[in-house]
């Protein structure tokens, strides 16, 4: 479970996170909508601890997202809206992630390719040296293959090709239940079919939050 507790952000004079209050259950699959500079990838990042809320708190299964962070990590998934510059080959990448998440190297291969990322011919390429499109695919088989609890993606289809797209919401729909999805996105239509609340936010605030 995920609660935020009257989480506000302030970066200087500007007023991010608005004093929200949300909480996530198991078998939530959240819509995150809103126009830019809304606040939501503030909010994902108030609940990786990234950030460090003005006011307020984030508890993840009951664990301060700030204090128990490593912790906390290890029950999430989550791709960013934009690929962190990691100069590491995907190999190496691989190697990392494997011994310090305990993922399975066979599960990322798997889900590259399913993402229809050749791995064997990149495999001492330098991540940042991808293209957006084949980074998001590598970030996205990573992440499935971790098998987390929480799964929060921040517009994680902006780089992809409509065939990577559909087969990204492909793997998504063969995700079994009990968890927690948190999908930023501006496209709705997208992924109505693997979502059952919508979320809109503006100016820091949550306008709406219902079930669909
Ligand atoms: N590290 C930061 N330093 C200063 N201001 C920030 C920082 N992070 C976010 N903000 C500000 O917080 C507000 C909300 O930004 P945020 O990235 O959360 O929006 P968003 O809803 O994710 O927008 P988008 O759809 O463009 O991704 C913006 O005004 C932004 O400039
Ligand atoms: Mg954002």
Known sequence: MIDIKN???????????DDVSLTFNTNDYVALMGPNGAGKTTLIRLILG????TNGEVLIYGMNAIKHRLKVLEHISF?????????LSLD??????CASAHIKREEI??????MELDLEPNL???????????????????????????IIYDEPTANLDPKARDNFYRLLKQNENG????????????????VNRQIFMDLGKVVSDEKI
């Open 92 to 97: 190496e990448l691989m190697s990392y992630v």
């Open 124 to 150: 001492s390429k330098s991540f940042f040296k991808l293209s957006g499109g084949m980074k998001q695919k590598m970030l996205i088989a990573i992440s499935l293959a971790k098998k987390s609890e929480i």
């Open 179 to 194: 968890k927690i999805s948190l999908f930023v996105t501006h496209r709705l239509d997208e992924i109505k079919e693997i």
């Open 79 to 87: 791709v960013p809206q934009l690929p962190p510059p990691i100069k």
């Open 109 to 114: 291969v798997h889900f590259a390719k399913e």
């Open 7 to 17: 989480a506000t952000k302030k970066f200087g004079s500007t007023l991010s996170l």
């Open 50 to 53: 990234y950030y460090h809320p």
